[in-house]
T-cell receptor, first 116, second 114 residues
C-alpha cells in the first residue's frame, strides 16, 4: 500500500521569508502523481501544486515550487516570499496512475504559521 | 456555478443513532470520495465510487455505508457500529480521465456525538 509521510507537524516562518515543507512517500509504482493541498481555517481544500512522476522538471506555481526527488521518494514544497494568507494546514498527497484507480492518499499534514 | 455541496455543515448524533451526510455535485464528475479528517491524522479514505451503482471500501470503511444511485449524489451513512464518529468529513469528486488532475472538495460536515 502507498503511504505518505509528513514529518513536520508544525512549521513557522516570518513574513517575506522562505519555508520548505517536507514530504516522503512509499510506492512501487512508476506512474503516479503528487500534490500539495492547502487547508485554511475555512477547511476548504485548495490545490497548490501538482507533479507528474514522469516529468523530471520540478513544478512551479508563482511563489510555490517543489523539489521532486524520484529516487529518494521525496516531494518537498517551497514557499517563497511568505504571506500571512499562506498560514494554513498543508497536505501532501499521492495518486497512482490512471489505470490503477484514482484515490488520493494524504499525509498527516503540516500546520504552517506565518509571523508578521 | 458548479461545485460540491455538503450538508449539513454541523451534525450532532446521539449514541446508537445512524446519521446520513449528504454530498451532491453538479460537475458531471464520474468519481466521488468520502474522507474523514482527525487532528494529526490527515485525511483518511472511507469509501469511493468511480461509476454509478458501484463503490469500493477505503482504508477505514468499518461502521460506514454509502450508495451511488445517481451520478451526482454520494451520501454517507455513519452507523451505530462506528464507535468514534466525531470528526470532520469531506466529500470530493473528480472527472475520471487522464487529462484531469483536479479533485473538487466540498466544504465539509462536522459530526459530533452527544
Amino acid at each position: 500500500a502507498q503511504t505518505v509521510t509528513q514529518s513536520q507537524p508544525e512549521m513557522s516562518v516570518q513574513e517575506a521569508e522562505t519555508v520548505t515543507l517536507s514530504c516522503t512517500y512509499d510506492t512501487s509504482e512508476s506512474d503516479y502523481y503528487l500534490f500539495w493541498y492547502k487547508q485554511p481555517p475555512s477547511r476548504q481544500m485548495i490545490l497548490v501544486i501538482r507533479q507528474e512522476a514522469y516529468k523530471q522538471q520540478n513544478a512551479t506555481e508563482n511563489r510555490f515550487s517543489v523539489n521532486f526527488q524520484k529516487a529518494a521518494k521525496s516531494f518537498s514544497l517551497k514557499i517563497s516570499d511568505s504571506q500571512l494568507g499562506d498560514a494554513a494546514m498543508y497536505f501532501c498527497a499521492y495518486r497512482r496512475g490512471e489505470t490503477s484507480g484514482s484515490r488520493l492518499t494524504f499525509g498527516e499534514g503540516t500546520q504552517l504559521t506565518v509571523n508578521p | 456555478d458548479g461545485g460540491i455541496t455538503q450538508s449539513p455543515k454541523y451534525l450532532f448524533r446521539k449514541e446508537g443513532q445512524n446519521v446520513t451526510l449528504s454530498c451532491e455535485q453538479n460537475l458531471n464528475h464520474d468519481a466521488m470520495y468520502w474522507y474523514r479528517q482527525d487532528p494529526g491524522q490527515g485525511l483518511r479514505l472511507i469509501y469511493y465510487s468511480q461509476i454509478v451503482n458501484d463503490f469500493q471500501k477505503g482504508d477505514i470503511a468499518e461502521g460506514y455505508s454509502v450508495s451511488r444511485e445517481k451520478k451526482e449524489s454520494f451520501p454517507l451513512t455513519v452507523t451505530s457500529a462506528q464507535k468514534n464518529p466525531t470528526a470532520f468529513y469531506l466529500c470530493a469528486s473528480r472527472q475520471y480521465s487522464p487529462a484531469s488532475y483536479g479533485y473538487t472538495f466540498g466544504s465539509g460536515t462536522r459530526l459530533t456525538v452527544v
